[in-house]
C-alpha cells in the first residue's frame, strides 16, 4: 500500500461485523481462565495482553500503523515526545557511557541532554551538524552507544544528512536515531537511507489538531546489536527472568525491550482515549502535510519578498543553505514551519505577534490552525545565549507554524500586523 492508503487502513483490519473504527478499549486489564495462563504470558510477554501499561489494543492500532508508515519492525507509544526521547536513548545507554547529538535539536531535548542525562551519568557529546566527517569520528569515545538528529530541526529548520550519520555510526558500531517529527512519514522516511530508530512527538503533525500529546518509537529491526557493545540486548536481562532480547525477539530485540523494561518500570503508557484521537489525526495526515507544505512554501516567498523581513529561512527556498539536502531528503515538501526575523529586532518581532488576528500565539508548532511563537522567550527560554547561538535561534527569529487555511488569508494577516510594525518604527 503507498503510504496515503497506509494512514487510512494501516494497523487495524476489521473482519466481519467488528467496528468499522478502531474501537477505544477503555479497560486497564483482561480477563484469564486459569493462573497457569495468565502466568505463562509473564513468560512471553509479546502472547497475550495483561496490563494497560505494557500494551492495549487502541495503542497497539496506532503503533502498527505508524510502524508500517516508517517501514520498521514496531513502534511504541509513549505519553509524550520527550518520553520517547527519553527511552530511546536508556534503552541502549546507561550510567557511564555516552552518546552523540547534534546541537540544531528541539529545546526540550537540549535539556534532557545535557543535564537530566548528566545527572544519571550518561554523556551526551554535542557536535556541529556540519563537522566533517573526520572531525565527527573523532567525537567518538569507547563507550559511546548512539548517534542523535532531527531530521529537521525544531525551530532551526536545518536539514539532516542522514545518510552521512548513518555512515558515521556504523562506522563505529553504534546505531543512529532521528526525531523525524517535523516531516513525518509522508515527506521522509528515515530507515530507507539508513536510520536505525525513529522517535515522533506525535502531538505534532502526527495528531495535527492541537489535542493529544504523545509520542512514537520506531525500529527499523535492522541493526546488528551482536557487536560486544549492546550486553543488555545481546545477554540476560535479569529484571526479566532472564530474557535474552536479541535471541528470544530476534529484529524486534529493541523494541521488545524498550516495552519489556522502560515502559513498565518508567509507566510513561500513551491511554487509549490518546491513541485513538492520535489514529483519527494520522488518517489526515497526508492531506494536512500537502497542504501544509504548500501554504509555507507561499508564506516563505512571500516574507523573502518582503522589505520588512531581515531573513527567512524555510528548507524549500533556494536561498536556505539546506536547500541542496532538502531537494534530496524531502522531495514531496518539508513541513509547515518556517523562521524568520523582523527588521527592528527583538522589539519589532514582538509589535508583529502581538497585532496578528488570524494566527495565535500558542507554545505549540504544527497543527492546523497557523499559530506564532518568539523560541528566544518562550520554548527556549532555560537555554544560555551560547545554546541559543548553537541551536541557531536568534532574538530576533520568529518561528511561524502555517496552517490549512486558505494561504491567501494567513499572507493578508501577516501584511496587516507588519503594518503595525510599520507604524511604530
Ligand atoms: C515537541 C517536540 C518534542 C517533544 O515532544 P512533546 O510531545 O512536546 O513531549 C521532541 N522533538 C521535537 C522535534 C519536537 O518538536
Known sequence: MKIETQCLHSGYSPKNTEPRVVPIVQSTTYVYDSTEEVASVFDEPTKSLIYSRFANPTVMAVENKIAELEG????????????????????????????????????????????????????????????????????????????????????????????RFARIAHANNVPLIVDNTF??????????????????????????????????????????????????????????????????????????????????????????????LLNTGIETLHLRMERHCENALKVATFLENNEMIS??????????????????????????????????????????????????????????????LHPASTTHRQLTDQQLIDAGIGADLVRMSIGIENADDIIDDITQALNEVKKCL
Request: net charge negative; aromatic share 10%; proline share 4%.
Open 72 to 163: 520498521g519492525v514496531g513502534a511504541m507509544c509513549t505519553t509524550s515526545g520527550q518520553a520517547a526521547t527519553l527511552l530511546s536513548i536508556l534503552n541502549i545507554c546507561r550510567a557511564g557511557d555516552s552518546f552523540i547529538s547534534t546541537t540544531e535539536i528541539y529545546g526540550g531535548t537540549v535539556n534532557l541532554f545535557s543535564f537530566t542525562f548528566k545527572k544519571l551519568g550518561i554523556e551526551c557529546i554535542f557536535i556541529d551538524k556540519n563537522a566533517s566527517d573526520e572531525e565527527i569520528m573523532k567525537a567518538f569515545k569507547p563507550n559511546t552507544k548512539a548517534v542523535f538528529g532531527e531530521t529537521i530541526a525544531n525551530p532551526a529548520l536545518t536539514v539532516f544528512d542522514i545518510e
Open 183 to 276: 516531516p513525518t512519514p509522508v515527506n521522509l522516511r528515515p530507515i530507507e537511507f539508513g536510520a536505525d530508530i525513529v522517535t515522533h512527538s506525535t502531538t505534532k503533525y502526527m495528531d495535527g489538531h492541537a489535542q493529544v500529546v504523545g509520542g512514537v518509537i520506531v525500529d527499523s529491526g535492522k541493526y546488528n546489536w551482536n557487536n560486544g557493545k549492546y550486553p543488555e540486548l545481546t545477554q540476560p536481562d535479569e529484571s526479566y527472568h532472564g530474557v535474552i532480547y536479541t535471541e528470544s525477539f530476534g529484529e524486534a530485540a529493541y523494541i521488545t525491550k524498550v516495552r519489556c523494561q522502560l515502559i513498565r518500570d518508567f509507566g510513561v503508557a500513551m491511554a487509549p482515549l490518546s491513541a485513538f
Open 311 to 372: 531573513w527567512v529561512n524555510y528548507p524549500k527556498l533556494k536561498s536556505s543553505p539546506d536547500f541542496e539536502l532538502a531537494e534530496k531528503y524531502l522531495p514531496k515538501g518539508a513541513c509547515g514551519v518556517i523562521s524568520f526575523g523582523i527588521k527592528g529586532g527583538r522589539e519589532a518581532a514582538v509589535k508583529f505577534m502581538d497585532s496578528l488576528k488570524l494566527a495565535a500565539i500558542v507554545v505549540h508548532v504544527a497543527d492546523a490552525r497557523t499559530c506564532v
